[in-house]
């Protein structure tokens, strides 16, 4: 374990990338901003469409150009990032590469694989390479914890169509989609997993420890995060973003995941990430101009580093794939200050 986190523990500063169905739809719905503030990517379940509604009018608006993740790689290298981590699946379920196992994916709706492009982007530029990878899957029939309860279904208004779900069978899913990642593309760095509810503890709720076995298995080197469980054992206490502890036992991850915030003592003791966002959203949202300042942004990253910890710094591109602007003059002016002050 020591010999896989040394690179990580000196990396200090990676970009983080949610980017999906959701991004083209950039915080509308129905012509009407969907909110000022919080989680576009949380769009579907924010208007409580079902997948089919959704996608119809999400699909439309996700066009990735050709070259959109190299202009990612670039911009997380001259930010002085050391890792780009991304969204191969969020919690609408859309998967990003050519998964044989679905056909709500990129292989099946655009014919590419944006994971592949994105990884190759990645190594190019020398990169590591994390996946994000949701286990909450609204999309998915037999999904039924927590959020997916309250979505409607085609062709029924009731929670559960089809009598009690079979949750075994979305396990199963998560399982083979899972495996088909880290067995296609070459090394991946780290598996960033999100996430496990307070209603639902990790390893009965996804067979998490065969998951992770396997996932160890085809990449010994992986470096995974904490969010399968939810207990204290692995650094979460209670809930909500300011519940990371400083404790975390090997057996549910690498590294604890505070979030939006950073620990104001460090978590001593244990490797930590802090991920932020740059406005408050984490998908793409036209609406939200709550820009925090490249000021911020930099004293955010040395408080961070000097208490032991990784920055993983959000950007939320468009449908088409380009980055906001704003985001991109923030890493622009982090990557001068690291040019002066980074190690190299
Ligand atoms: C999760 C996602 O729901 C969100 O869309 C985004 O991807 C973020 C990085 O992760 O958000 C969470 C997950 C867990 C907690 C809070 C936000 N939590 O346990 O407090």
Redesign the pocket.
């Known amino acids: 374990r020591e010999e896989r986190m040394e690179w990580w523990r000196e990396a200090r500063f990676g970009m983080f990338v949610?980017w999906g169905l959701y991004s083209g739809l950039a915080g509308t719905w129905e012509n009407k901003p969907v909110g000022e503030e919080g989680?576009m990517?949380?769009l579907q379940f924010r208007v409580r469409a079902d997948t089919d509604t959704y996608a119809e009018r999400a699909m439309p608006l996700f066009k990735p150009t050709p070259g959109f993740a190299q202009s990612w790689a670039k911009l997380a290298k001259q930010a002085g990032c050391r890792y780009l981590v991304f969204t191969t699946k969020?919690?609408d379920g859309f998967a990003l590469h050519d998964s044989a196992v679905t056909e709500f994916d990129a292989g099946s709706v655009l014919n590419r694989d944006l994971v592949r492009e994105i990884v190759d982007a990645c190594r190019a530029e020398g990169l590591r390479v994390g996946f994000y990878h949701s286990v909450i899957d609204w999309h998915h029939d037999q999904y039924c914890y927590l959020e997916s309860k309250q979505l409607p279904h085609p062709g029924n208004s009731k929670p559960y169509p089809n009598g009690e779900r079979d949750h075994g069978r979305y396990v199963e899913y998560l399982h083979e989609q899972v495996d088909e990642l880290v067995s296609n593309y070459g090394p991946v760095d780290i598996l960033w997993w999100?996430?496990s509810g307070v209603d639902f503890q990790g390893d009965e709720a996804w067979r998490a420890f065969d998951l992770m076995a396997n996932v160890r298995d085809k990449q010994p080197q992986v470096i995974m995060n904490n969010r399968l469980f939810r207990i204290p054992e692995a650094g979460w206490k209670g809930?909500?973003?300011q519940?990371s502890i400083p404790q975390l036992d090997s057996q549910y991850g690498d590294f604890i995941t505070p979030?939006q915030h950073v620990p104001e003592n460090g978590l001593p003791g244990v490797d930590w990430e802090t991920?932020m966002t740059m406005n408050t959203t984490?998908g793409y949202s036209r609406y939200d101009a709550q820009w925090k300042s490249p000021e911020k942004l930099i004293r955010t990253l040395i408080d961070i580093a000097s208490k032991g910890g990784n920055y993983l710094l959000n950007i939320g591109p468009l449908g088409d794939g380009s980055v906001p602007a704003e985001s991109v003059e923030r890493l622009a002016a982090m990557g001068r200050w690291m040019d002066v002050n980074g190690e190299s």
Do not use: F, L, S
């Open positions: 949610h989680g990517e949380w969020h919690h999100d996430y809930q909500g973003m519940a979030e991920c984490w």
